[in-house]
C-alpha cells in the first residue's frame, strides 16, 4: 500500500530564505510522486511531478523536487522565498496498479515572514 | 479550454439528510476522481469514475456513491449525512485513468452537516 508522511506541518521562513518542505513515501512498486499547492478557500493546484527519468524536477514558481529512491524521499525546496508563496503544500503518490488514485500527506502550511 | 467546475461552492445540510453534489471535468478529461478533505488534513481518495463505470474506491461506505455522464460530468450523492461528513470535497478529472495522467482539481465544495 502506498503512504506518503510529511514532516513538518508547519514550516515558518523568511521572505528569501531557502524553502524545504520534506516528503517521504512508501510504495511497493515504483511511484509517481505529486506536488500541489492549496491556497485559502480554493483547490489543488499542481506544481510538480515525477514519473519516469530525470530525478531533478522542475516545476512552476521556481520551485524543485528531487526523487531519491534510497532515502524515499521527494522534498520540495525554492531558493528564495515570496510572500505569495505562503499557502499549504501536499505531497502525493500514485502508482500505475491504482490507477490515478492519489495518496496524500497530510499537509505543510508554510509562512513567509516579511 | 475550460477547467473544473464544481456546484455548489457552500452548502448546508443537517444530519440524516441527502446531498448531491456535481462536477464539470475539464474539456478532453474523461477520467472524474472524487476526494474528501477533512479541516486541517490532506485529500482522501473517495472514488473514480472512468468511462462512466466506477474505477476504483477508498474506504468509504456505501451511502458515498457517484454517477458519470456521457459527457464525462460527475455527481457525488452522499445519504444519510452524518457530523463527520463536513469537508471540502474535490473533484479532479485527468485525461486518462493512468497512474502519470496529471489530475487537475476544481474549487471545491464546503459541505457543513449540522
Known amino acids: 500500500a502506498q503512504s506518503v508522511t510529511q514532516l513538518g506541518s508547519h514550516v515558518s521562513v523568511s521572505e528569501g530564505a531557502l524553502v524545504l518542505l520534506r516528503c517521504n513515501y512508501s510504495?511497493?512498486?515504483?511511484?509517481?510522486l505529486f506536488w500541489y499547492v492549496q491556497y485559502p478557500n480554493q483547490g489543488l493546484q499542481l506544481l510538480l511531478k515525477?514519473?519516469?527519468?530525470?530525478?531533478l524536477v522542475k516545476g512552476i514558481n521556481g520551485f524543485e523536487a528531487e526523487f531519491k529512491k534510497s532515502e524515499t524521499s521527494f522534498h520540495l525546496t525554492k531558493p528564495s522565498a515570496h510572500m505569495s508563496d505562503a499557502a499549504e503544500y501536499f505531497c502525493a503518490v500514485t502508482e500505475e496498479t491504482s490507477g490515478s488514485r492519489l495518496t496524500f500527506g497530510e499537509g505543510t502550511q508554510l509562512t513567509v515572514n516579511p | 479550454e475550460t477547467g473544473v467546475t464544481q456546484s455548489p461552492t457552500h452548502l448546508i445540510k443537517t444530519r440524516g439528510q441527502q446531498v448531491t453534489l456535481r462536477c464539470s471535468s475539464q474539456?478532453?478529461?474523461?477520467?472524474v476522481s472524487w476526494y474528501q478533505q477533512a479541516l486541517g488534513q490532506g485529500p482522501q481518495f473517495i472514488f473514480q469514475y472512468y468511462r462512466e463505470e466506477e474505477n476504483g474506491r477508498g474506504n468509504f461506505p456505501p451511502r458515498f456513491s457517484g454517477l458519470q455522464f456521457p459527457n464525462y460530468s460527475s455527481e457525488l450523492n452522499v445519504n444519510a449525512l452524518e457530523l463527520d461528513d463536513s469537508a471540502l470535497y474535490l473533484c479532479a478529472s485527468s485525461r486518462t485513468s493512468g497512474g502519470t495522467d496529471t489530475q487537475y482539481f476544481g474549487p471545491g465544495t464546503r459541505l457543513t452537516v449540522l
Open positions: 474539456s478532453g478529461h474523461n477520467t
Open positions: 515525477y514519473t519516469t527519468g530525470a530525478t
Open positions: 510504495s511497493s512498486v515504483p511511484p509517481y
